[in-house]
């Protein structure tokens, strides 16, 4: 079950191999700043139901490896994620998950030089890209975010899952909620996504195409290609654009220099005295975050996110008082008839 407790402390040993399984959790070290909370506040609002889950502190999900299946759990021990029931060699995949390997000094001193981005950094000096666990079910649950919100993304993902993902067998390890594995290509390559998912044929055609682009290129998703040859292979395929591009560049490719540059949330961002900057204007400005730019979306999508919510407080605030003045106006005019 997720604890609700706080964070395991470190185990005294670093891994321990029962039967082919990992009983106690193993150490996956980072370089400080980590924010933990950020990463996991993510992932929590883009869990794919039945596959992921996050509660305080955790992030648990289905896995399948080298022939075998599971569940994993990742908490924060100190300057180390304690993961515990991965299988043998799923490591580099969890650093992948959650950008262990970033150098946050070289991160901060790059984007600092930035008037814009200085502050932004200075006030979130840990923040990471979020990864992916699996690149082809980043990239599928990228196409069905096209043009929806993430919480609309997030019931499409966990349906495909129920309709066509393998449930975990009897005796297998359980967590509430965890009940599939991600559909593999093989189960999406004939699949009528759209019917299944009421949505658009296209999306679902896309989905397909990129099952039998993954089946025939398996490195469709291995790191290390560079972000030009990485997107162009991507762009090839039917239905994705250069912004679903270079979300999956940014993500499962971890590529550093990605960056979306039509994302309504980075345009928004970076709007000055009402006036919101085009796609090509934010391409001219990203020149200054070279070669950072993935991160520097991260900061830009939380610079977004805290002036929203620090709007929608503006607005509730004034909402109280104008309810205390009408309340006031009541009270002047009891008794009367209007």
């Not at 509660?55 to 896995?63: E, K, N, S």
């Amino acid at each position: 079950m997720i604890p609700s407790g706080s964070s395991p402390q470190p185990p005294a040993a670093r891994s321990e191999k029962r039967s082919g399984n990992r009983t106690a959790p193993v150490l996956l070290p980072f370089a400080p700043p980590y924010d933990w909370d950020a990463v996991l506040a993510y992932l929590a609002a883009r869990a794919i139901p039945g596959v992921e889950a996050c509660g305080p502190g955790l992030y648990a999900r289905t896995f399948a490896h080298a022939g075998g299946h599971g569940i994993l759990t990742v908490a924060r021990a100190g300057d180390a994620l304690a993961v515990t029931g991965a299988a043998p060699g799923i490591e580099a995949r969890i650093r992948r998950l959650f950008d262990l390997d970033a150098d946050p000094g070289a991160i901060r001193a790059g984007l600092a030089r930035d008037p814009l981005m200085a502050p932004l950094v200075a006030a979130r000096p840990g923040l990471r890209v979020p990864g992916a666990f699996d690149g082809f079910e980043l990239a599928v649950r990228a196409i069905l975010g096209q043009q929806v919100s993430v919480v609309a993304a997030t019931r499409l993902a966990g349906r495909l899952v129920a309709a066509f993902g393998a449930g975990l067998p009897d005796g297998a390890p359980s967590e509430p909620g965890l009940t599939h594995l991600f559909p593999t290509p093989e189960a999406l390559v004939e699949a009528d996504v759209a019917l299944a998912l009421n949505m658009p044929r296209a999306r679902g055609a896309a989905i397909r195409a990129l099952a039998v682009a993954v089946l025939a290129e398996p490195d469709l998703f291995a790191p290390g290609q560079g972000l030009a040859a990485a997107t162009a292979r991507l762009t090839a395929l039917r239905g994705i654009g250069a912004w679903t591009a270079q979300y999956i560049a940014m993500r499962a490719l971890r590529e550093p220099d990605a960056l979306p540059t039509g994302d309504i949330g980075l345009l928004r961002a970076l709007e000055e005295a009402g006036r919101r900057p085009s796609a090509r204007d934010l391409e001219a400005r990203s020149a200054a975050w070279r070669p950072w730019r993935a991160y520097a979306v991260l900061h830009l999508w939380a610079h977004d996110a805290a002036r929203a919510h620090d709007a929608a407080r503006a607005r509730d605030a004034a909402r109280i008082a104008e309810q205390g003045a009408g309340c006031a106006g009541d009270a002047k005019g009891a008794g009367r008839v209007p």
